[in-house]
């Protein structure tokens, strides 16, 4: 997957952050400098799970692929078999 660029609406920053204690900059270094793992959950629905700075996350994303536009639409921190998989 070639994620050019990266939408977040100033509501969801909120409320993944109030509900997941999960900052936005960790959603960027995650997809930005990790190698994530990509599985689809739906028509352009996605999600990706990696390590950012100390802890690993799973991030639910819609994918444009006309402009490999992502745009995040929630973000918590990793289960054990969510890290499992990713460590596979």
Known sequence: MNIKALK????TVIKI???HNV???EIYDML???KPKFKKAGSN???AIGLS???YLTIFFTYDDKTNEAEIT???PSDKGQI???KK
């Open 17 to 19: 952050f109030e509900k």
């Open 8 to 11: 977040i609406d100033p509501g």
């Open 45 to 47: 629905q996605y999600i």
């Open 74 to 76: 929630t973000a918590y």
């Open 32 to 34: 930005k400098n990790d």
């Open 84 to 86: 499992k998989s990713y």
């Open 23 to 25: 900052l936005q900059e």
């Open 53 to 55: 700075r100390s802890r």
